[in-house]
C-alpha cells in the first residue's frame, strides 16, 4: 500500500513543477508555489525552535492574510495543527479558546496586540508573534522565520493527524474545537474534485470569508492544493470583494447569503465588471429566493452552487448545482443532493424517514470531524458507533432526492454565517443584576438572515431597559452574539420539566414562513 499523501505533498508538486506561477496575492504582495515553499519550510523550523511539537496547537488571532497560509503549512511540516481563533469573540472568549487548545505560540494581527498583551500570561503563552512589522516586543512574523534555514523537515502524515482545530458553539455555553485531519481534507478535496470545486492551476479564487471559519480556511487550501491563485482579503466587505474581482479576474467565490445581499445594494455594483466569475458558491445559512434570482441576473455569467455543512463535516455534507437554479425546475429552496464522499440519512423516531417527513439529517463520511477536542462525550454524542453524524438539522427528501432544511433540532440560531448557541448568550443576560429569568431565539432579518433576541423576566423591584441590557452583553460576548433587540415578558413559557419552549417564543416572529430558519 502506498504511503499517504499528505496536505503538504500537493504544494511540495507544486513548488517543483511551477516554482514561479503565482501562490498567493495579498494587498499588493505576490508569493510564488516555490517562495511559499521555503517560506513554509522556514516557519515550521521557527516553530519548532519555539518548542512546537507534533499535535500541539499552534494560535492566530487575525483577519485575512497570506502569511496565515505559510504559518498553517510550517506547521503541518512538523505534524503541527492550526487553531484559527475568531477574532469577533470577546477577550474572555478569546482566552478561553487560547488555553483550551493549549497554545503555546501565537501569531495575532496588529489590531488584536492590545487584546493579546492583556490575557498572555494568563493563557501561558510562549511565544508572540505579529503579522504586520512595528509591535515594541514581538517579532513581525517575516522576521521571525527570517532567520531559520529553509529546510522542509519532511515530517511523516498520517490520516489521522489533526490538521486546524476550528472552534464551534456549543449548546453548554462553550465553545467546542472541532478536530479536523489530514484525512478530512482529503476527502475533502476529492468532494470538490469530483463535483462543485474543481480549481484548475492558475485560477484566481477569491478568499474573502473569514479564516477562522471553515469556508475561509477551505477555500484557500482547496486553491493551493489544486495549484489555484488564492486572491487573500483582510475583510469581507462589498466594496472589496467587487474590486478583487475586477482586479484579479476572479473565477471562484464563497459568499455567505448575507454577503451576497450586501454586494447587490453596493452602489456600483451594476457597473462593475464581474464577467470572469465561472462559479459562485453560497452557504452557511439558507437564502432566500428573491436574493437568489437577483443575484444570478447580475452575476449571469456565474454558475451558482449551494453548500450545506457544518464545520463538523468540514463544511461538505449537500450540493445544490447550477443546473438545479433553475427556478422552473422547483429547486431553489433546496439545499441539494449528498455531496461526492457523502451518506445523508434523515432519521425520525429511530427509523429513516418516507419521502417528505421531517426528520433529523444525519452524515457519515470520511469528511466528518475526528472529534471534539478533549471532550469525548460531546464527541460520542455527535457521533454514533456507525459512524453517523448528528446536524442538529431538521429537514426532508423530495421524489427526486434532494434535501430539504425545515427547522433546527438544536436551538441554534445562524446570523450572517454565524453559529449563536443561545447558552452563550443566555449566560451573558443572567450575569445582570436585573434579570430573572431569559431565553434566546433567532428571529427573520432581512440582512442576515437571523436575528438575535433576547426575551427577558425583570427581578421583582428591578428595572432595566433594552439598551441596558444589550450594552451589558456585549462586554462580555462577541457583537455578533449580541442579541439585537430585547422583549420583557413577565414570565417564559416551560414544560413541566421546566425547559424553555422556544418553539412558542419563536412561532409569533415566523408565521407565515414556510420554513423555520432564514
Known amino acids: 500500500m502506498s504511503a499517504f499523501q499528505g496536505i503538504v505533498d500537493a504544494v511540495r ?21 516555490g517562495e511559499f515553499d521555503r517560506l513554509s519550510s522556514q516557519a515550521a523550523q521557527a516553530l519548532r525552535a519555539a518548542g512546537v511539537k507534533p499535535g500541539e496547537r499552534v494560535g492566530v488571532l487575525a483577519k485575512g492574510v497570506d502569511d496565515f497560509f505559510v504559518l498553517w503549512f510550517g506547521a ?45 500570561a494568563d493563557c501561558g503563552l510562549s511565544t508572540i508573534v505579529q503579522f504586520e512589522p512595528g509591535h515594541a516586543a514581538w517579532p ?49 478535496r476529492r468532494s470538490a474534485e469530483a463535483g462543485w470545486g474543481r480549481f484548475g492551476e492558475g485560477m484566481p479564487v477569491l478568499v474573502a470569508m ?22 487573500v482579503l483582510a475583510e469581507a466587505s462589498p466594496p472589496a470583494i467587487l474590486q478583487a474581482i475586477e482586479q484579479h479576474q476572479i473565477e471562484h ?15 456600483g455594483v451594476e457597473s462593475a465588471d464581474v464577467s470572469s466569475l465561472k462559479g459562485i458558491y453560497y452557504g452557511a445559512s439558507p437564502i432566500s429566493e428573491d436574493v437568489l434570482l437577483r443575484a444570478q441576473a447580475r452575476f449571469a455569467g456565474a454558475g451558482f452552487n449551494q453548500l450545506y455543512g457544518l464545520t463538523e463535516t468540514i463544511g461538505v455534507g449537500t450540493w445544490l448545482p447550477p443546473e438545479a437554479h433553475d427556478p422552473a425546475k422547483g429547486k431553489l429552496r433546496a439545499c441539494g443532493l449528498p455531496s461526492p464522499e457523502i451518506e445523508l440519512r434523515i432519521r425520525t423516531g429511530g427509523r429513516d424517514a418516507e419521502i417528505g417527513e421531517v426528520g433529523e439529517i444525519e452524515i457519515r463520511s470520511p469528511c466528518v470531524m475526528k472529534g471534539y ?15 453517523w453524524f448528528k446536524t442538529g438539522d431538521a429537514g426532508y427528501r423530495d421524489p427526486d432526492g434532494f434535501v430539504f432544511l425545515h427547522d433546527r433540532v438544536k436551538d441554534m440560531i445562524v446570523s450572517g454565517g454565524e453559529n449563536v448557541y443561545p447558552a452563550e448568550v443566555e449566560n451573558a443576560l443572567f450575569s445582570h443584576p436585573a434579570v430573572a429569568d431569559a431565553a434566546v431565539i433567532g428571529v427573520p432579518d432581512e440582512t442576515w438572515g437571523e436575528a438575535v433576541k433576547a426575551i427577558v423576566v425583570l427581578r421583582p423591584g428591578a428595572s432595566a431597559d433594552a439598551a441596558e441590557i444589550i450594552a451589558h452583553c456585549r462586554s462580555r460576548i462577541a457583537g455578533y452574539k449580541t442579541p439585537k433587540s430585547v422583549d420583557f415578558v413577565d414570565v417564559l413559557p416551560r414544560n413541566p420539566s421546566g425547559k424553555v419552549l422556544r418553539r412558542e417564543l419563536r412561532a409569533p416572529y415566523w408565521a407565515g414562513r414556510e420554513r423555520q430558519v432564514s
Request: net charge negative.
Open 373 to 387: 477536542w478533549n471532550r469525548p462525550d460531546a464527541t460520542a454524542e455527535a457521533i454514533d458507533a456507525e459512524g
Open 13 to 33: 508538486d507544486q513548488a517543483r513543477r511551477r516554482p514561479d506561477a503565482p501562490a498567493i496575492r495579498f494587498e499588493g504582495r505576490e508569493t510564488s508555489y
Open 76 to 120: 503541518l511540516k512538523i505534524g503541527a495543527c492550526l487553531c484559527p481563533v475568531n477574532w469577533r469573540l470577546a477577550p474572555p472568549e478569546i482566552a478561553f479558546v487560547l488555553k483550551d487548545a493549549g497554545c503555546k505560540v501565537l501569531a495575532c494581527g496588529a489590531e488584536y496586540a492590545a487584546v493579546v498583551e492583556g490575557l498572555a
Open 210 to 231: 473569514p479564516l477562522f471559519h471553515v469556508a475561509g480556511a477551505n477555500m484557500g487550501m482547496l486553491s493551493l492544493l489544486q495549484g489555484g491563485l488564492a486572491i
Open 140 to 188: 513581525d512574523f517575516r522576521g521571525w522565520i527570517a532567520g531559520q534555514p529553509a529546510e522542509d523537515p519532511q515530517h511523516p502524515a498520517a490520516a489521522d493527524d489533526d490538521v486546524i482545530q476550528l472552534y464551534t458553539s456549543g449548546t453548554t455555553g462553550l465553545p467546542k474545537g472541532v478536530q479536523l485531519t489530514q484525512g478530512n481534507y482529503a476527502a475533502l
Open 253 to 267: 467565490a464563497f459568499l455567505v447569503p448575507a454577503l451576497i445581499n450586501m454586494i447587490l445594494m453596493t452602489p
